[in-house]
């Protein structure tokens, strides 16, 4: 399997998340070659704001994540927030993939700004998105919370962008 291939599972895991009414993001992480954690953002089904996709994924893999850091790769739709990039480095994520970041709200960027602690090689994370991006957008567009982003003009439908050569 490939960037690809876990990225396709990541959208399953989106795809559960439009289902149940969430922000429609999904998350798993590989280690060796195999899916040792998934999960899909539950924010308004758990009641829970810190119910991300990428922090309940990582939460579940904890225990294998501690003994093996530096070496698992986290497969989201949509670039990690503060919160979640936070958790990636403290979980010793050795890579974060991601898919889009359609209202810029994504903290990746932070990599280059961090406390000098975090700046340690320990702490150091691989970046890479666009990986099956148009597969990642169409689920998140289709998602109810994703309709008060697009009023408040902080996204655009891919036909309006298009439109405007963004």
Known sequence: MDDTDYMKEAVKEAEIALKEGNWPIGCV??????????????????????????????????????????????????????MCFG????????????????????????????PLLFKQNKFSVEFQNGILADECYNVFIQGEPTKGLIKEGLIRKKQDADKLNL
């Not at 309940?56 to 003994?67: E, M, P, R, Y």
């Open 29 to 82: 992480i590989v280690l060796d070659g195999k899916i040792i954690s998934r999960s899909h953002n539950q924010v308004y089904s758990k009641k829970d704001k810190l119910a991300h996709a990428e922090m309940l994924a990582l939460k579940l893999a904890s225990d294998v994540l501690n003994k093996n850091h530096n070496k698992a790769t986290l497969y989201t739709t949509y670039e990690p927030c503060p």
């Open 87 to 114: 958790a990636s480095i403290l979980s010793r994520i050795k890579k974060v993939v991601c898919g889009i970041d359609l209202d810029h709200s994504g903290a990746m960027y932070f990599r280059n700004n961090l």
